[in-house]
C-alpha cells in the first residue's frame, strides 16, 4: 500500500490514508486498521500497547528508517511530508506491516531549520513518530539507531567517500567543454558544483559533518 494523508490519525479511514497496489479488487482493509487500531490503543499498559503493536508493524524495522532518515535529513518524507512510502504485510513477518521509505531525492537536504535529530518538534499529527518516541522503550531503540548510522550506513568516511567518488564521476558531464549548457541545466554557474562538496550553499561534505555533531549532542543530552 501506498501511504497518503497523516497515516495513523484516528479519524480517517484506511480507504482515505492509503493506495492498494496489490490486491486492488478486494475491499479488504482489516489488516491495516488493525494496525491504526493498535497505535492508538490504550497505553495504561505500555507493555500490552508495545505488544498490540508489534503485532501489527515490524517497529524496529520503522526506527532504523526513521533514524537513517533523520540523521542524514531527509525533508520529503513522513513526519513533514504525508507521502513517500509504502507499508507491504510481509507474510515472511507473520503479515506485519513493514516501512518502505521511496522517492529521496531530497535526502542530504540541506534547509533551516535543520531537522532536529530527536523530533521532539513532531506533533501528534505524525501519530506513528509521536507515539513510539513517547514511549522510554522504542525511545531508546531509536537512539541505539541513531548510534548505529553514524558507525554503518552513515559512517562519515564511508559517505564522505561515496559522494567525492561520484562527484568526481559526473564532472565532466556537467561543467567544463562537454558539461551542462543553458537552457539544460539548473546550475547558475560552474562554481556551484565545483563548491556541492565543501564551500557551497549546499556542500555536502560539511553537511555530512554537521550532522554527526548534531546526532552526537543529540545523543549525549539522553546520556548515550
Same mark, same amino acid.
Given at each position: 500500500?501506498?501511504?497518503?494523508?497523516?497515516?495513523?490519525?484516528?479519524?480517517?479511514?484506511?480507504?482515505?490514508?492509503?493506495?492498494?497496489?496489490?490486491?486492488?479488487?478486494?475491499?479488504?482493509?482489516?489488516?491495516?486498521?488493525?494496525?491504526?487500531?493498535?497505535?492508538?490503543?490504550?497505553?495504561?499498559?505500555?507493555?500490552?500497547?508495545?505488544?498490540? %503493536?508489534?503485532?501489527?508493524?515490524?517497529?524496529?524495522?520503522?526506527?532504523?528508517?526513521?533514524?537513517?532518515?533523520?540523521?542524514?535529513?531527509?525533508?520529503?518524507?513522513?513526519?513533514?511530508?504525508?507521502?513517500?512510502?509504502?507499508?507491504?504485510?510481509?507474510?515472511?513477518?507473520?503479515?506485519?506491516?513493514?516501512?518502505?521509505?521511496?522517492?529521496?531525492?531530497?535526502?542530504?537536504?540541506?534547509?533551516?531549520?535543520?531537522?532536529?535529530?530527536?523530533?521532539?518538534?513532531?506533533?501528534?499529527?505524525?501519530?506513528?513518530?509521536?507515539?513510539?518516541?513517547?514511549?522510554?522503550?522504542?525511545?531508546?531503540?531509536?537512539?541505539?539507531?541513531?548510534?548505529?548510522?553514524?558507525?554503518?550506513?552513515?559512517?562519515?568516511?564511508?559517505?564522505?567517500?561515496?559522494?567525492?567518488?561520484?562527484?568526481?564521476?559526473?564532472?565532466?558531464?556537467?561543467?567544463?567543454?562537454?558539461?551542462?549548457?543553458?537552457?539544460?541545466?539548473?546550475?547558475?554557474?560552474?562554481?556551484?558544483?565545483?563548491?556541492?562538496?565543501?564551500?557551497?550553499?549546499?556542500?555536502?561534505?560539511?553537511?555530512?559533518?554537521?550532522?554527526?555533531?548534531?546526532?552526537?549532542?543529540? %545523543?549525549?543530552?539522553?546520556?548515550?
Amino acid at each position: 500500500m501506498e501511504g497518503g494523508p497523516d497515516v495513523g490519525q484516528c479519524c480517517l479511514s484506511p480507504q482515505d490514508s492509503f493506495e492498494k497496489k496489490t490486491n486492488e479488487e478486494e475491499a479488504d482493509w482489516s489488516d491495516i486498521k488493525a494496525a491504526i487500531d493498535a497505535l492508538h490503543a490504550s497505553k495504561s499498559d505500555a507493555a500490552a500497547w508495545r505488544t498490540g %503493536l508489534e503485532a501489527t508493524l515490524d517497529v524496529d524495522l520503522f526506527l532504523r528508517a526513521l533514524a537513517i532518515n533523520t540523521a542524514m535529513v531527509n525533508w520529503d518524507a513522513y513526519g513533514r511530508m504525508n507521502h513517500n512510502y509504502y507499508i507491504y504485510a510481509d507474510p515472511k513477518r507473520d503479515g506485519r506491516f513493514v516501512w518502505i521509505p521511496w522517492d529521496m531525492n531530497e535526502a542530504l537536504f540541506i534547509r533551516e531549520p535543520t531537522m532536529s535529530v530527536l523530533l521532539g518538534n513532531i506533533g501528534s499529527k505524525w501519530p506513528l513518530i509521536r507515539f513510539l518516541l513517547d514511549e522510554p522503550a522504542y525511545a531508546a531503540k531509536y537512539h541505539d539507531e541513531l548510534e548505529a548510522a553514524l558507525a554503518g550506513p552513515f559512517a562519515k568516511d564511508k559517505v564522505d567517500a561515496k559522494i567525492q567518488k561520484y562527484h568526481a564521476l559526473i564532472t565532466p558531464y556537467v561543467v567544463g567543454p562537454d558539461g551542462e549548457k543553458a537552457p539544460h541545466t539548473l546550475l547558475a554557474n560552474e562554481d556551484e558544483f565545483k563548491t556541492a562538496l565543501v564551500g557551497g550553499k549546499q556542500a555536502l561534505l560539511t553537511h555530512v559533518a554537521n550532522r554527526h555533531k548534531a546526532v552526537k549532542a543529540a %545523543l549525549a543530552s539522553v546520556g548515550k
